[in-house]
């Protein structure tokens, strides 16, 4: 057996909401504007023909409770809450009505943006690595089963900011729905357990400072909590 001339880094998992089990994480896939509210205030046409996707690494999980650090390279640093579809089950070339059976739950989801770095980006038509794909981007709450809550299909989406409403919306508005996203993400990858969909936000998209506490949920999946703390300096 070779050996392995550095550590190999910790495994990146999720709680299970009333189980002692956990769910590695694997991939992160996040589905870009899929609501039109949220496509309109980013100046952009929504495309109703397909979804399209970015990535986060799966190291860049962070918790629910967690303080992150203002990330560096940014001044606008952006919350984005979501609905998480968790993979329970291989999925390749699923069709649609079948694409439910291969979800194993749903949990709330905040994919932190460098929103500066990512317009720059957008504006030269480079990919969206350094406004996405960052240290402590990907936070995510416990994981939901759907034997418990079924599959939601609508439900009040909101984030709040210091008890300020800054997201209200309801996840029946999405472009693309899960089932939707699943068989079409599949159809481009070998989708594996412990695969993670982003599936979008809604409108109500900022900034948020050090100091400041991010609160959001979605009705039937749960809550989710965030601090900001301050920018790391080590």
Known sequence: MNQLLFPTPPVSALPVRGRPEQVPIRRIFCVGRNYEAHAREMDVVVDREAPFYFTKAAEHYAPSGFTVSYPPG???????????????????????????????????????????????????????????????????????????????REGVIELRVNGETKQHSDISLLIHSVPEIVAHLSTFYHLQPGDLIFTGTPEGVGPVKPGDEIAGSIAGVGTITLKIGNPDEG
Not at 77 to 88: N, P, R, S, W
Not at 110 to 134: H, N, S
């Open 74 to 152: 940014t001044g606008n640093y952006h919350y984005e809450m979501e609905l998480v579809a968790v993979i329970g089950a291989p999925a390749f070339r699923v069709p649609v009505e079948r694409a439910l059976d291969c979800v194993f739950g749903y949990a709330c989801g905040l994919d932190m943006t460098r929103r500066d770095q990512q317009l720059a980006a957008r504006e030269q038509r480079r990919p969206w690595d350094l406004g996405k794909d960052f240290e402590q981007s990907a936070v995510v709450a416990d994981i939901v089963p759907a034997t418990e809550i079924g599959h939601p």
